[in-house]
């Protein structure tokens, strides 16, 4: 089992609909939850992180956090064109440092 | 703020060379991590260092080497490259240091990259 799991994709959702992003981790320890946006050819990006159970809105972005069900998922809402892009998720383990674990990442298609 | 840089930004070697990649953090950053991305691996950890001192390492072999200097620039060097050497080589600075909340000491912020092509 690898130790965070994304759906590859793609994703396709039309301009304006609701993108959704799922992403498990295996490891219990873990602390700190982050999404990354990467454009083909481009470094990561930071979205957004979060740490405790619930949800975290920032614009259009919200992200949740269960860590009973060890899942973080991304909601990007009001999808537009330049959203498209590759998501990552990202995961700390409290006893690995900064070590961030990161899933394959979802490929999404914001189709006009 | 300034954001991380690295250098070179771009970089053909040929199998066996050696290669060294640089890296500076965002000002008042003081831990930096280096990441390799390939298409068929995804993103992997390399190393972290902090105050000059490697924290914490991935499984790369030992041709993958690093070092911090006192102004936590970094550098991270390949030895007798392999073809698959070929990669983005990402470098993530954090502020992680005592004094600071928790959630604000971890979040990495990764420079543009170093796309190395091994031929």
Known sequence: ?112 | KAGVTQTPRYLIKTRGQQVTLSCSPISGHRSVSWYQQTPGQGLQFLFEYFSETQRNKGNFPGRFSGRQFSNSRSEMNVSTLELGDSALYLCASSPRGPGLPPGATDTQYFGPGTRLTVL
């Open chain 1, 1 to 112: 089992q690898k130790e965070v799991e994304q759906n590859s994709g793609p994703l396709s959702v039309p301009e304006g609909a609701i993108a959704s992003l799922n992403c498990t981790y295996s490891d219990r320890g873990s602390q700190s939850f982050f999404w990354y946006r990467q454009y083909s050819g481009k470094s990561p990006e930071l979205i957004m992180s979060i740490y405790s159970n619930g949800d975290k809105e920032d614009g259009r972005f919200t992200a949740q956090l269960n860590k009973a069900s060890q899942y973080v998922s991304l909601l990007i809402r009001d999808s537009q064109p330049s959203d498209s892009a590759t998501y990552l998720c990202a995961v700390r383990v409290r006893a690995a440092g900064n070590k961030l674990t990161f899933g394959g990442g979802t490929r999404v298609l914001v189709k006009p």
